[in-house]
T-cell receptor
Framework: DTEVTQTPKHLVMGMTNKKSLKCEQH?????MYWYKQKAKKPPELMFV???????INESVPSRFSPECPNSSLLNLHLHALQPEDSALYLC?????????????FGPGTRLTVT | GENVEQHPSTLSVQEGDSAVIKCTYS??????FPWYKQELGKRPQLIID?????GEKKDQRIAVTLNKTAKHFSLHITETQPEDSAVYFC????????????FGKGTSLLVTP
């Protein structure tokens, strides 16, 4: 099973709201990632968790807060977002962290900030 | 850091023809080169990948070639079908690279019946 799941599929939130995105994988992968994708652009890496520890934070604003409660789950907490944060948020996982392991993406959460 | 260039940005072919998408990379230490297909509104899907110890890899109608000397790799799709229409992203990375897949800007492929 090479499936990564994400909820919700769509999210509309105001700039003062707090919401969370969820990601789950049951492939026994030890690395999980958050990417942001704007229309007609490639995914941009935001965060990497390796063995449930935050390994990489690609200079992401603090209004995005990741959390890895266990090896199968990854959350992205959102607070005080801006309209320019509207995008597709993709979760991915790989067997291990490191550039040469296959990354499998979830279906994404389409976020609209009003 | 790694810089991946991808061409063309759009490609239109007739059903049954072949399609070729090319990527070049800058970091000679890169050793992993995946290709992702993303249909409209869907997730990027890993369709094929190649590592630097291999020059070519095939999977049914899809093939990828790698020229390490020239630092370029290509995706070849034969006998194209309308369902091949999508955006294709190449990427390059290496071990201990900070985990990043360095993506090209994408190629929008349209296969017309």
């Amino acid at each position: 099973d090479t499936e990564v799941t994400q909820t919700p599929k769509h999210l509309v939130m105001g700039m003062t709201n707090k919401k969370s995105l969820k990601c789950e994988q049951h492939m026994g992968h030890r690395a999980m990632y958050w990417y942001k994708q704007k229309a007609k652009k490639p995914p941009e890496l935001m965060f990497v968790y390796s063995y449930e520890k935050l390994s990489i934070n690609e200079s992401v604003p603090s209004r995005f807060s990741p959390e890895c409660p266990n090896s199968s789950l990854l959350n992205l907490h959102l607070h005080a977002l801006q309209p320019e944060d509207s995008a597709l948020y993709l979760c991915a996982s790989s067997q291990e962290a490191g550039g040469t392991y296959e990354q499998y993406f979830g279906p994404g959460t389409r976020l609209t900030v009003t | 850091g790694e810089n991946v260039e991808q061409h063309p940005s759009t490609l239109s072919v007739q059903e049954g023809d072949s399609a070729v998408i090319k990527c070049t990379y800058s970091d000679s230490a890169s050793n992993y080169f995946p290709w992702y297909k993303q249909e409209l509104g869907k997730r990027p899907q890993l369709i094929i990948d190649i590592r630097s110890n291999v020059g070519e890899k095939k999977d049914q109608r899809i093939a990828v070639t790698l020229n390490k000397t020239a630092k370029h790799f290509s995706l070849h799709i034969t006998e194209t079908q309308p369902e091949d229409s999508a955006v294709y992203f190449c990427a390059a990375s290496r071990a201990n690279s900070g985990y990043a897949l360095n993506f090209g800007k994408g190629t929008s492929l349209l296969v017309t019946p």
